[in-house]
């Protein structure tokens, strides 16, 4: 058994984005269609699934959180100036900026409609989970705004900034199938947990791929670099430097002079003679560790414990 | 006995925002401060009211439309690239574009938590007509913003997008009241149509004020002739107008090098000369006979049903 539902999430997204139909909806439709992995509402409907019921039940809910996720990316990319995603041109860049506001404003209700397609006994559970996901997700996206003009990003702050920005929603999603599929009480904060610290493990490694992963997406290896973003790559590196080296990355992280294929080479010199990449994997076991540690808590098959454990192996090794 | 309620809703909406603190919530202070005659939340209040319950146990839910509406004018304003509303910077121009977007997002979530701050029992109908409300608010800004581009705005369409981009909501407050004060079933209807039909009416007025207004609130007069903006009095002018006037008000509305007042006066002396104002006024009656109508078939007693007509009457009056 495996978490892969993407072929059957892919038909129910253009099944249920065909009711919406209007000018305002292309740009929707559009971003909804140009991929992503479905994380979210897979891990929705794998924890459903776990607890007894089965994916079908609850995938306009699923769906929801996977439409809320694009709102999210159309209006980031408008905030971070950017003109591309998964090698296609962002909502802004194809439309221009009003429209991607817009678009994504809608995306917005789209995804509570979507949410609140739920038998009523489960109502209240969902909106306040969502209520409080969408708050947070827009939390953090302030702290990452905020952190372009620090030179210098706490540790703390910078984990904070992650899992606000993308585990929460992760683990609303593990929290919401246990919900709908009337887990034993209790059990959906332990699937929060789960889906929580396996999402803060699976940001660190896009920050690690950022520079180490490879090109096949259309990324920009190094990309974070050449824009001066903190990840936790400089922030661990920067915690251990000498304050030589400090004052090399912060004058690296502070210009866009240099020529950027020889800034991303310094940059990663330093990174490696740090052995940065070593002290990423061991904060990704922590929070893998974490979420091991959730799952075992759960009362779901042993099968399914290993499966929700090897998703979440899975998602450390990827390569992209 | 009045619709007035506005001192109890400033007190309220300080007191539900100081529970916000952090950055992002720095521009939702600021907008929500700036003023506003708060006529959502107050025709929440008073439905509630004449349904037999009290105005503070509706406080919360009704602030959170209040929130949504604020949430449509900070980013309508980004659209709108307007610097000013009610004489003070808008968001986006005291902070900037990125802050004012994701500031409004934030309020999205906001209001959603306000609105379903209510007994379980009434919970799904708050959802239902809230989900329906937030997209169809869009939908309405989309249609004004398609219009832009248009040398001719259809009558019926006009009406659409103004009923969509500002009635509905109003409709929804009055919805709300008599949803949560548990109103004989279908009056919840019949309060809606008395809303959407008063915001029709008044938003004619809205766009009869842009010229015929006083400046006291800090609004250009005229302001719509000189962005070329097509409102109703531009809309009924058109179609009553002869094929030669209609050429000089084309002219007029797709070209920004004539002298503002020079403009103004030239649109204003073709309104004035086809009686558009009488146009106008029996327009906004047939609005105003349709609110009333559906007043009249509700069971609130006398007196309020007075009071909800002399509220629509004072809306149509106004002179700012």
Redesign the interface.
Known sequence: MSIDYQQLIEENIQKSLSDYQ???YDPVKYIMSIGGKRIRPGLLLATAKAYGIDENEVMIPAIGVEIFHNFSLV?DD??DAAALRRSEETVHTKWN???A??S???M???A??HI?RVE?RH??SM?NI??KT??EV??G??LD??FENLSFVDFDKYIEMIKLKTSVLIGACTYMGAILADAPQGEEKLMYEYGVNMGLAFQIQDDYLDLYGSDIIGKTIGGDIINNKKTILYILAYQKASSETRLVLEGYFSERDTDPKKKIQKVKDIFNKLNINGDMIKLQEKYFDLAVEAIHKTSISISDKEMFIDYAEMQLKREY
């Open positions: 209007g000018a305002i209006h408008i905030m900026i009003n429209q506001i817009l994504g404003d809608v917005f209700g789209m509570y409609e609140t009523d109502l209240r909106i969502f209520n969408t708050t827009c939390v996206q302030q705004l905020d």
